[in-house]
């Protein structure tokens, strides 16, 4: 263990230096690594570059749960409890996330709807629940302001809105592109926040159009939303806060790749089983057709 820690150091440090924090003699550890590798160690090497790459793979942002699965799927034998104890040895961790604050002015006259969902995040089937949000990312040219809708069953955001300002269509053209890929049965129930947006007759007539109920979280509760405030958390912890996007185009873009080809389809969420939502679906899609 002690060569190992040198080893692994000495593209950063004095070998004679590391070897004397070790209490080792160098010329010890020199005869150490010329011996031919043991087949266990040439293992763990093999296995510590996996875990580099699944990390690299998801931006600094998987701790060993994730990272973990990820081996699993990609077909590499090993445990939990050893890919976290390689994890800690070789400085490879998730990055701390900050704090998020809400956004969301509740302060108008319109008119308020019950808080139907309740809490009640899990859901049996697709279309049944949906929830809505919107948050701001902040860029050279100003505000970008991101609505999303995302399906409770599965946690994919099933459609999403960027705009310039936080005007009414923001949250219309989430919400139709979320119809329009999933096209519900009457009965759905969309859940947000009390948002002069949602709250607005325009808004309320497009989900009577359509059949959708609306819940509404009640005044200054953020838990009531709670699946939506940690995507964008998530999106913000692994994405935002790491660009200085120097114009909404540029946002714009890496948003789109985050929530359609990284999100949607390959991050591994812990209430789904770490599955990714896109997995998540097709796995339950089959065992529906099964059955």
């Known amino acids: 263990m002690r060569y190992q820690f040198v080893r ?8 004679r230096s590391l070897c004397r924090v070790m209490e080792v003699a160098p010329s010890g550890f020199y005869a150490w690594r010329t011996r031919p590798q043991s ?8 296995l510590v570059k996996q875990i580099k790459a699944a990390s690299e793979t998801s931006r600094q942002t998987y701790g060993s749960p994730r990272i973990y699965r990820e081996l699993r799927a990609q077909g590499v034998s090993c445990g939990l409890n050893r890919v976290a104890r390689l994890m800690r040895r070789h400085g490879i961790k998730a990055r701390r996330k900050r704090r998020f604050k809400k956004t969301t002015d509740s302060r108008h006259a319109l008119p308020i709807q019950p808080n139907l969902l309740d809490r009640r995040f899990m859901t049996p089937k697709p279309n049944r629940r949906w929830a809505s949000d919107i948050t701001y990312i902040w860029t050279a040219e100003g505000w970008l302001y991101l609505a999303v809708v995302m399906d409770l069953y599965h946690r994919r955001i099933v459609g999403w809105s960027m705009q310039s300002t936080l005007e009414q269509p923001l949250v219309n053209q989430a919400l139709a592109m979320a119809l329009a890929a999933r096209r519900p049965a009457p009965g759905l129930l969309h859940h947000s926040d009390r948002g002069s947006q ?9 989900l009577d159009q359509h059949g959708i109920e609306c819940s509404m979280s009640r005044k200054g509760n953020c838990w009531d939303n709670a699946p939506v405030e940690s995507f964008f958390s998530t999106l913000k912890q692994e994405l935002v806060y790491d660009q200085g996007y120097q114009s ?11 929530i ?4 949607n389809r390959q991050r591994r969420h812990s209430a789904l089983g770490y599955l990714s939502p896109d997995e998540f679906e097709r796995r339950h899609r089959e ?4 059955s």
């Open 287 to 290: 065992d529906d057709t099964l």
């Open 198 to 206: 949602y709250a607005s007759g325009e808004y309320q007539q497009l």
């Open 260 to 263: 359609e080809v990284w999100y």
């Open 248 to 258: 909404r185009r540029d946002a714009r873009s890496e948003i789109f790749e985050y």
């Open 8 to 15: 692994d150091n000495e593209g950063q440090f004095a070998v």
């Open 39 to 46: 087949a266990r160690a040439s293992a763990t090497d093999t």
